[in-house]
């Protein structure tokens, strides 16, 4: 059974740092693409970042280019988002997502825009950036 759960999220004032983790279980995680999502309140699920299935290439969606890293520790089998110089605009919840498909060519910008390629979701972890 495929899962994941997301953590690390929290209260941090702007320009302050994050790392949010998402931890997998129930299949090897360097088979599937990883994507970070976030929903703010009356607005719709967007793409933050992926990381590839077994090349591990990232992508970045240019709202955050810069600012977050996305990361893969096999051994552990989860993937982290170092999130910095955080923006009161980053405040969401936040959601790992997984799908078998590749974050690569020319398709990996559907991989890392739009939620509906995912089949699997975690819970949500809330990241609010406020003073």
């Known amino acids: 059974q495929v899962q994941l759960v997301e953590s690390g999220g929290g209260l941090v004032q702007p320009g302050g740092s994050l790392r949010l983790s998402c931890a997998a279980s129930?299949?090897?995680?360097?088979?599937?693409?990883i994507g970070w999502f976030r929903q703010a309140p009356g607005k719709e699920r967007e793409g933050v970042s992926c990381?590839?299935?077994?090349?591990?290439?990232?992508h970045y969606v240019d709202s955050v280019k810069g600012r977050f890293t996305i990361s893969r520790d096999n051994a552990k089998n989860t993937v982290y988002l170092q999130m910095g110089s955080l923006k009161p605009e980053d405040t969401a919840v936040y959601y790992c997502?997984?799908?078998?498909?590749?974050?690569?060519?020319?398709?990996?910008?559907?991989?890392?825009?739009?939620?509906?390629?995912?089949?699997?979701w975690g819970q949500g972890t809330q990241v609010t950036v406020s003073s």
């Open positions: 997502a997984a799908v078998t498909t590749p974050a690569s060519g020319s398709y990996y910008l559907n991989v890392l825009t739009d939620p509906y390629e995912y089949p699997y």
């Open positions: 129930g299949f090897t995680l360097h088979n599937y693409t």
């Open positions: 990381i590839s299935s077994s090349d591990g290439t990232t």
